[in-house]
């Protein structure tokens, strides 16, 4: 592992406001339960746009969405996730002047993202007006150690100032969230969601608790300050914000370091949040900053030994693979009350919404590499199952359960049924994700505590949304993946992947009574599944009909796609893509036009359902009428592109996909990350390049390396065992770290893997 591709550093800080924007997501700092966008302290002048926000994974209010027509079953509330206090702000004085970027002289000035230690931090060679000179470093972290902590190091050294220093902190509760009515993609309008409460100092520590306007939920922050030398501190609230100011001499050559600690707590999790808040602060002033700059540097160090992927030759891509796993792990839930939001916690973009995104996109890095956190995931669905069931009921069904197309606490939250609702395809890959996880760790304890009733439930459903027609398992008024073509009858992704669900639930069901029939019968007891249901799961997947042409010798999108008008993407001109921010949705749903992946990725995800040539005829033909508007598609096309052995098209997409948000390609990293392709990014890796596949008779690898790399490797957790491919120019070895021997197909070939392996590169 390189370290210095562990260092992300910008330099000489452009003040443009889409850079500061984009600084700010690119910065952030996470650790799963907060997140916080990396603004200056000191803020910006007038008329500058910027995010500010400060959010809490699964921490919501409920928001008014105006349906125009009153149909039964659409949804008129759905969640928001919240900004829930600024703790950012400091000020900073010499002699009364005060430091702003765009004041005075920035003489050298940088942002660094140290994602080996967990920090990031910004250092800026300040000249005042006055010509004092002085260079100020702000280190932030989100504490992987302490989830509620965010920390402040505010260091100032005076170059030629001799004078009074002054820093002024604030604690601000009445916050709002970030709003363009312009973008489907961000909230179209704003609103008082954070109510403030109380404001106080309790000793030292100022805290701030708010109730959100309809959500029932409470927040509460508290925040220390710890400065490094002697001088005048003062504490007051004014307005409602708590502030804290602290005056010093500095002489040439000194420095004052100011620390700021914020704590955040919530009521989903806590029965008083303002006490949990006090209490955890306690607990930070006891460990004290140094320590908890170590904890977080273990915690990733072991973070990036078992999940690290390097390649070896090409440093800037690798630098971009690793940025992207660090966001991985700054984006995901630790508990079971959250998720991955689609902008992990960077950002407003989705409005913190879970979607298919995690099941299909990112629940594999964590399942080949963390399964502790995969559990986590799981353990969310199940929380929310309930939910789903009443989703179930609401769109009709008398039976099982339809997990929501976006939610945080469950309830469905997407306006628009026709590309939300109707991705029925949400319960296929959620039950998609618990067998691979299955296939993965062979964990029978946890299908038995949640996985099995999910999986269950979320068959039941199939039974109903579909029908026999001559013979056949139909499908109808779904969409699939594909968000360009809404509201078809008998999508391929949907119908194939509802067979592979309908398939694993009864094999579950025998596999696990085998296993353990006093749980089972706990299981199957508590949702009244009976045998007669499980033969009917097994003949709808029998029967199960799945679009195929013959002619073309490819799989249909679904019953109609073939029948309608190309678009012509060629002729379309470069500035109306996206295709969704520039032409009615019902004008794209006549036209044979993709905006991600849909079939080609049913045929990654499940490739022994069709035989090679449809896989193939298929990818060439979805090639050309995919925009690839949805960050979700390049890394799938990447894939596949591996797959059939079409090397340069696999590495151009995979290009694409790994620097996504690094270098803001598709112009809106600003609203945050782009959580599912970071994911897709370590797909094409290891299932594109390394040719990974889990499936029920194993483990599959087929390695290729693209020209321009010298090699890679990764590391992946089978059953008891830690797995490290490590590719190489001619040939690759596969090495047994930890854990029994493994029986593993590699290209097709099945072998036995003891200690090591070293196979010739095809
Ligand atoms: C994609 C969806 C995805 C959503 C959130 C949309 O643009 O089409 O597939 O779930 O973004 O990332």
Redesign the pocket.
């Known amino acids: 592992m390189n370290n210095d591709n562990l260092r992300f550093q910008v330099r000489q800080l452009s003040l443009d406001n889409d850079d500061l924007m984009l600084n700010e997501t690119l910065f952030h700092n996470a650790n799963g339960y907060l997140g916080v966008r990396s603004n200056f302290e000191e803020g910006y002048p007038d008329g500058y746009l910027s995010i500010r926000g400060q959010y809490i994974n699964g921490f919501y209010d409920f928001a008014e969405m105006k349906q125009a027509e009153k149909l039964y079953g659409l949804v008129e509330e759905k969640q928001t996730m919240l900004n829930v206090a600024d703790t950012q702000g400091i000020k900073l004085y010499i002699n009364g002047e005060e430091f702003s970027m765009f004041d005075g002289e920035v003489v050298e000035s940088s942002r660094t993202l140290d994602m080996g230690r967990g920090w990031s931090m910004r250092e800026v060679l300040w000249r005042s007006p006055e010509k004092h000179e002085v260079r100020i470093t702000v280190k932030r972290m989100a504490s992987f150690h302490l989830l509620p902590l965010f920390t402040i190091e505010y260091e100032v050294e005076s170059v030629n100032f001799d004078g009074e220093l002054r820093l002024v902190s604030t604690h601000i509760g009445n916050v709002q969230n970030y709003f363009n009515p312009n973008d489907p993609r961000v909230a179209g309008e704003t609103f008082q969601y954070i109510l403030p409460v109380s404001a106080e100092f309790v000793g030292e520590t100022s805290l701030l608790v708010s109730n959100t306007s309809k959500s029932g939920l409470q927040v509460a922050s508290a925040v220390r300050h710890e400065c490094s030398k002697a001088g005048q501190e003062s504490r007051f609230i004014e307005d409602g914000t708590a502030i804290y100011e602290w005056k010093t001499e500095l002489a040439p050559g000194e420095k004052a370091t100011l620390v700021k600690y914020t704590v955040l707590s919530d009521s989903i999790r806590s029965a008083s949040c303002r006490d949990e808040a006090l209490k955890l602060m306690e607990r930070v002033s006891a460990i004290g900053l140094n320590r908890l700059y170590e904890e977080q540097e273990k915690y990733l160090t072991e973070y990036w030994e078992n999940c690290a992927v390097n390649i070896y030759g090409d440093d800037e891509l690798s630098m971009a693979v690793y940025f992207n796993l660090y966001q991985l792990i700054q984006s995901v839930g630790k508990d079971a009350y959250s998720n991955i939001a689609?902008k992990g916690l960077s950002g407003e973009g989705?409005e913190g919404h879970y979607?298919?995104?995690t099941e299909m996109y990112m629940m594999p890095f964590f399942s080949l590499t963390n399964p502790e956190i995969a559990k986590s995931l799981i353990r969310y669905r199940h929380n929310i199952l309930d939910q789903a069931r009443d989703h179930a009921r609401l769109m009709g069904h008398a039976r099982g359960a339809l997990y929501p197309w976006r939610t945080i606490m469950g309830k469905e939250c997407s306006g628009y049924f026709p590309s939300g609702s109707a991705q029925y395809h949400i319960n296929g890959d959620i039950a998609y994700a618990i067998i691979t996880y299955y296939l993965l760790t062979k964990d029978t304890e946890l299908m038995l505590e949640c996985g099995a009733e999910i999986l269950f439930e979320t068959a039941r459903l199939w039974l109903d949304a579909g029908h026999e027609h001559k013979g056949k398992f139909h499908i109808h008024n779904v969409t699939g993946?594909d968000?360009y073509t809404c509201l078809v009858n008998n999508n391929y992704y949907t119908n194939v992947l509802a067979q592979y669900h309908l398939q694993w639930a009864s094999k579950f069901y025998h596999l696990l009574q085998e296993q353990d029939s006093g749980a089972f019968s706990k299981v199957i007891g508590k949702i009244g599944l009976t045998e007669a249901e499980i033969a009917a799961f097994r003949e709808a997947a029998e029967r199960m009909y799945l679009p195929y042409d013959e002619e073309l010798d490819i799989n249909p999108q679904d019953d109609s796609f073939l029948s309608k008008k190309k678009w012509d993407i060629a002729g379309t001109p470069k500035d109306k893509f996206p295709l969704l921010l520039h032409y009615h949705p019902l004008y794209l749903y006549r036209h044979q036009v993709c905006?991600?992946p849909d079939t080609v990725l049913a045929h990654f995800i499940l490739e022994d359902a069709q035989k090679l040539s449809t896989i193939r005829n298929s990818f060439n033909y979805y090639e050309k009428i995919t925009t690839h508007d949805?960050?979700?598609s390049t890394c799938i096309f990447s894939i596949m592109a591996s797959k059939l052995g079409l090397h340069d098209k696999a590495y151009e997409y995979f290009g694409e996909s790994s620097k996504l948000d690094l270098f803001n390609t598709h112009k809106n990293t600003k609203d945050g990350i782009?959580a599912?392709n970071l994911g897709g990014t370590y797909m094409a890796i290891v299932y594109g390049f390394g040719g990974l596949r889990v499936k029920e008779q194993g483990l599959f690898i087929a390695p290729a390396l693209p020209d321009l790399w010298e090699g890679y490797d990764f590391k992946i957790r089978f059953e008891d065992s830690l797995i490290q491919i490590v590719v190489r120019r001619g040939a690759f070895e596969v090495l047994l770290l930890k854990g029994t021997t493994k029986e593993i197909h590699i290209y097709g070939e099945k072998h036995t893997l003891k200690d090591r392996l070293q196979v010739e590169l095809k």
């Open positions: 689609a989705y979607f298919w995104d993946p968000e905006k991600q949805s960050s979700l782009h599912a």
